[in-house]
């Protein structure tokens, strides 16, 4: 498979509260490193190491992308509040920038609230943010954008290896092992920071720009020139199975009739205010049924969350979407620090990708044309098992694990 990975993404660090204690943040730079040397032990999979470029055409559009999609003044706070903080001597260069007083629901507030940022960069903080998980370090902007831009060019490679003859996509490389148009066009973006739970003008959960959305947005502005006198907007899948709900993507597309979001996640589990199956879309509108939330609970056994993804792809199926992304996390591990349904192995984490490629392939007969899918890489902090459990899934993704068995029969 066609794994992309940027060396940017390991700039950010930073620090979280555990209890009344700060400790470095669970959602640390050695998640990469741990899923990079299981991946360089296997010759199957090819990682292209993207240095992203701020003032490079594609940096410059990357940019473009994130203004358009996220608001500006949360852009622009993210960028630049580090240096605020600094030059005003609120924290040190090492320190992180935390909120203090978060906008809250009251009787007298101003409708209109997120109109009104507050005035001072210390506040801000706060305004530009739902949780304290989410710390800005020196270098986090780095990270952040080389992160989007790894979904951006995750979406572009899936396009390219689905169509390899296309000239305007002639930058596939042809040493990629994915490179067939016969084989399932797949590229799994190693992004860190995550994405799923910012909703486009806030940072939460570890997540500061929302790379679905990235990807989204990278996908339909490719498609307007490609394909110009499409007279249907393309439509897009977003199957999320990290362990938690996925709050930012389901917000930034719960009015969109395009885009279809299903979630499998614990029950009453962070981020706590969503992710019930009631969420299923603004009634009476176009969108309404094309949002899909299958919580389970939490330590909910590997069989019980096979029933749940079972629906999912019932439902990718009849969507039969032109573009998937899978927002992928290893919290569903059963012995994560932050989450966990029964995932105990590789092969577990193989058996649910076989069954969503499964899917695909039921999608493609469908369609008589294959389905670009793109990875985005979410949670997952048990270090010493996420190599493996990452190579699982690309092994099941990539029907590897079913050859095995017949070679040992
Ligand atoms: C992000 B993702 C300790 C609690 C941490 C944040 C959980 C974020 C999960 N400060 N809570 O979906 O894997
Ligand atoms: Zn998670």
Redesign the pocket.
């Known amino acids: 498979m066609l794994i992309l990975h940027d060396p940017a993404t390991l700039k950010h660090a930073t620090i ?3 209890g009344s204690k700060v400790i470095p943040a ?2 640390s730079p050695d998640r990469i490193s741990a899923i990079l040397s299981a991946i360089h032990q296997k010759p199957t999979h090819h990682v292209r190491t993207i240095n992203f470029d701020p003032f490079s055409d594609s940096g410059i559009t990357l940019l473009n992308t994130l203004s358009s999609t996220h608001d500006p003044g949360y852009v622009e706070h993210l960028q630049h509040v580090h240096a605020k903080w600094v030059a005003e001597g609120l924290i040190k260069p090492d320190d992180s920038v935390l909120p203090e007083c978060f906008p809250f629901p009251n009787l007298s507030g101003k409708k209109s609230w997120w109109e009104h940022p507050p005035k001072d960069s210390f506040a801000r903080a706060g305004f530009y943010a739902f ?3 989410t710390g800005i370090a020196a270098e986090t902007w780095e990270a952040v954008v080389a992160s989007a831009n790894l979904a951006a060019e995750g979406v572009r490679e899936a396009i390219a290896i689905a169509s390899p003859n296309r000239e305007d996509h002639s930058v596939t490389n042809e040493t990629s092992p994915s490179a067939t148009p016969t084989s399932h066009p797949t590229v799994l973006a190693l992004c860190r920071p ?1 994405g ?2 910012c909703d486009t003008r806030r940072a939460g ?3 500061y720009i929302n790379n679905a959305v990235v990807a989204v947005e990278t996908f339909r502005r490719l498609q307007q020139v490609t394909k110009p006198h499409h007279d249907t907007a393309p439509r897009i899948a977003i199957l999320d199975l ?3 709900h996925g709050n930012g993507t389901q917000e930034a597309f719960y009015s969109d009739p395009h885009v279809l979001y299903i979630s499998i996640h614990g029950q009453d589990e ?1 981020p706590y205010y969503t992710g019930s199956a009631e969420e299923t879309g603004p009634e009476g509108t176009p969108s309404a049924g094309m949002n899909l939330n299958l919580p389970l609970p939490s330590r909910s056994s590997l069989d019980t969350y096979i029933s749940a993804l079972e629906i999912a792809l019932q439902r990718l199926e009849v969507f039969a979407p032109d573009l998937l992304l899978v927002s992928l ?1 290893f ?1 569903t591990f059963h012995l994560d620090p ?1 989450g966990g349904f029964g995932f105990e192995s590789g092969e577990d984490y193989g058996r649910v990708a076989s069954l969503v490629r499964g899917c695909l392939g039921r999608v493609h007969e469908k369609k008589g044309r294959s389905v670009p899918s793109v990875i985005l890489l ?3 902090y048990v270090l010493e098992r996420l190599g493996e459990n990452v190579l699982g899934f690309l092994d099941g993704w990539e029907g590897r694990k079913q050859l095995a068995q017949q070679k040992g029969q």
């Open positions: 979280e509260i555990l669970h959602e949780d304290m998980s995550p799923h739970h959960g570890y997540c990290d362990f938690h962070y996390g919290d932050l979410e949670g997952g």
